[in-house]
């Protein structure tokens, strides 16, 4: 027991009588996908009865890691040892028979089933006869006592994020894991919602019906709830250590094999400015075809940074995807330099328009297709990389591929690799690569573009929103993250139930209204 902080000294004194969690080891586990050696003899010990992060940059291993424990990928070397043995785990079945059970960085749930039928179809018992009648009372039980309740007749695709990452929780405790490993669980959450999560999370773990392990990026929800830490740099083990031992630094140090000073963001002072983005009561509806968006009315001007905030599901996802050109208004209009806007991919041409959507693997990438085709979505047709109108020119994509590529160090084997292949914060490093490299941008309407990015990530990307508003770029920045709204933005609003019910300049922002406006008091 050597090592364990005090408080989980405590925690197994006083849940000894109950059956705890199995114990965990990842013992020298290597894993390479074909050149890319993604793990190289890494270690991890997760105890019983604790709250453990693994840490590391993008494309680290972290989730290459978890992935082998799951047996979703076969290590080329290394063990997985259950309470002392080595055990072989080949799928997430067998993980399951350990008890060990996974929420993934992407959503797994089925978009046109409901909650319950999801639930159901989550268990490894595979019954040809559902009795919908008693399982239905079961997961109206089980619901009840779960640590927070999603409702259980809605179709998953009409869910916000934060709810589907909810269920993908819930199915977790459903299935009676009692090792649960998260990869970055609170992405699309709110800070309140992730508090609110861990914090329950954290109270299963004290009670000891659970150990979790958790990739995260965010050092506050790591300091706030975790016992322990192992960092990976590069697919190598970096360190380990106790949370109340490390300070923020060390955390970043161990990550990066240096230190590092924070970048500041030099805001320039608002000049004159004229409108880009006009939203005249635009109302739009989600996809049951109920109403998302309910007449909503903003101006976005040149050289300004304007923010919308608001808890998931409350119409800013239908909003981003109007004006993206993925769903159409019902009603209103739009402009953009004064001209009628319907973005249409040659109006976003024409504007210098450019969108970073949420859930970029989904919403703007091709999976199969390579990095440097997805790189190339917006100017494949055009001179250099296309010559007569049509014919591509290859060698003119990868060339410009791998320039983005080393500008917005994406962590790829190489341009031609899927991007599906891609760690999850390397997808979104080129959709932000193609996004906002352009010199012609206009108008950027960006939607979390800081999810599952590491730290160092997301000081580069506010920091390259920010330059681009000081070039006179318009920009609408629609976040869950309240903190990345008060550090970047101009202006804020807030959404509730798809109108706009506050509005304030930043400097003049009251962030206890702004909380109550957004719990849509
Ligand atoms: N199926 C795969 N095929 C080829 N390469 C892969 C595959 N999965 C991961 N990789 C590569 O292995 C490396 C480690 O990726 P991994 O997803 O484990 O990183 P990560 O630490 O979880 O990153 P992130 O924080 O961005 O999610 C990356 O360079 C990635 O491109």
Same mark, same amino acid.
């Given at each position: 027991m050597t090592g364990l902080t005090d408080s989980v000294i405590q925690n197994q004194q006083s849940i000894n009588q109950v059956s705890l969690p199995p114990d965990l080891e990842v013992v020298n586990m290597t894993k390479r996908f074909g050149a890319m050696m993604a793990l190289d003899n890494v270690s991890l010990h997760l105890k019983p009865g604790t709250f453990h992060a693994l840490l590391g940059e993008n494309g680290a291993g972290k989730s290459t890691l978890v992935k082998c424990v799951m047996g979703f990928y076969t290590p080329d070397k290394g063990d997985v040892l259950i309470d002392k043995r080595s055990r072989n785990i080949s799928s997430p079945r067998d993980a399951h028979k350990y008890g060990i059970g996974m929420v993934y960085q992407h959503f797994t749930s089925v978009p046109a089933m409901t909650v319950a039928e999801?639930? =159901?179809?989550?268990?490894?018992?595979?019954?040809n006869l559902i009795n919908w009648k008693a399982e239905y009372a079961h997961l109206k039980a089980f619901m009840q006592g779960a640590p927070f309740q999603v409702d259980l007749d809605t179709p998953v695709m009409q869910l916000a994020a934060g709810q589907k990452q909810k269920l993908e929780i819930l199915k977790q405790l459903y299935l009676q894991s009692r090792i649960l490993i998260l990869d970055e669980p609170t992405s699309v959450l709110t800070p309140q919602e992730a508090d609110e999560v861990l914090g329950l999370l954290r109270n299963e773990v004290q009670a000891g019906n659970l150990s979790v392990l958790m990739i995260s990026h965010k050092f506050r929800e790591v300091m706030a709830f975790v016992d322990e830490v192992t960092i #990976?740099?590069?697919?190598?083990?970096?360190?380990?250590? &106790? =949370?109340?031992?490390?300070? &923020?630094?060390? #955390?970043?140090? @161990? @990550? #990066?094999?240096?230190?590092?000073?924070? +970048? +500041?963001?030099?805001?320039?002072?608002l000049v004159a400015t004229t409108p880009v983005l006009e939203i005249k009561n635009i109302h739009a509806n989600k996809d049951n075809g109920l109403t998302a968006v309910n007449g909503v009315n903003l101006t976005v001007h040149s050289g300004e940074i304007v923010g919308i905030a608001g808890v998931s599901g409350n119409g800013q996802r239908e909003l981003v995807e109007v004006l993206a050109g993925q769903r159409p208004a019902t009603q209103g209009q739009i402009f953009v330099n004064g001209e009628i806007y319907t973005a249409t991919r040659a109006e976003m041409f024409r504007h210098c328009v450019f969108a970073l959507p949420e859930e970029p693997l989904r919403n703007a990438c091709v999976p199969h297709m390579s990095v440097a085709e997805n790189l190339a979505l917006r100017t494949f047709d055009r001179p250099p990389q296309a010559s007569c109108g049509w014919l591509l020119v290859l060698k003119a994509m990868r060339e410009a591929a791998k320039d983005l590529v080393s500008n917005f160090s994406i962590k790829t084997s190489s341009v031609d690799a899927p991007v599906g292949n891609l760690s999850g914060g390397n997808v979104q490093r080129t959709v932000l690569a193609r996004e906002l490299s352009s010199d012609r941008i206009n108008l950027l309407i960006a939607a979390n573009p800081c999810y599952g990015l590491d730290f160092g990530a997301v000081e580069y990307i506010h920091t390259q929103i920010v330059a681009a508003r000081n070039r006179g770029v318009a920009v609408l920045l629609v976040s869950e993250d309240l903190n990345e709204l008060l550090a970047l933005a101009d202006r804020i609003v807030v959404i509730s139930e798809g109108k706009f019910v506050y509005e304030s300049a930043i400097a003049d922002a009251d962030i206890t209204t702004i909380g109550q406006c957004m719990a849509g008091h």
């Open positions: 999801n639930l =159901v179809l989550s268990r490894y018992d595979n019954r #990976l740099r590069k697919g190598k083990f970096a360190g380990h250590g &106790l =949370v109340k031992d490390l300070s &923020l630094s060390d #955390l970043a140090t @161990m @990550m #990066l094999g240096e230190r590092r000073e924070t +970048q +500041q963001l030099d805001k320039t002072a």
